[in-house]
C-alpha cells in the first residue's frame, strides 16, 4: 500500500492507522485510541469526520465520569431497565425526540439534572409511573388550553 503525503511536512509518509492520543479535559488526562491518518516522518494526524465519529461515544464516556455523570452506556441501560424505549425516554424527560439516541452515542453529553433523576430512578424504579402520570397530566392540561385559546380565536 502507497503512503500518501502529508499536508504538514510533505514527505510521503501519511498512513490511516490507529495511534493513542492523550486528551486533557478539566486537569484530568485519558488516552484515547484515536484512528487518523498518521505521518510516520513528522508525527501529526488528520482526523477525518468518519474518524472523530468513532471515538466520540469513548471520549463522552471519559468525559461523563470526570463530570460525575451518567455514561452513555449506563443511560441506555437504566432507560432499558425502565422498559422504556428511546421515544418514550425523550417523551417523558424532554430534550426533543432523539435526545436519548444522542446522549447514548456519546454525541450529546447529558444534563446533570436528568443524569441524578435516572440514577435515583434506578434505584426506586417505582417512582415512574408517578412521573409517567405527571407528564401525562401536564401534557393533556397544554392540550387542552391550546383548544381552548384556538376555540376563542375561531369564534
Known sequence: MNKEYCPICGEQALKHEVMPVPYTYKGHTFTIDQP???????????????????VQARIQEEKARIDGLLTPQQIQKIRKFLKLNQKEASRLFGGGINAFNRYENGITPIPKPLSLLLTILEKHPGQLGELQEYVDN??????MKRIQTTDRNHS
Do not use: L, M, V
Request: negative net charge.
Open 138 to 143: 401536564f401534557t393533556h392540561k397544554q392540550t
Open 36 to 54: 487518523a491518518e498518521w505521518c510516520s516522518a513528522c508525527g501529526e494526524g488528520i482526523i477525518q469526520p468518519e474518524d472523530n465519529k468513532a
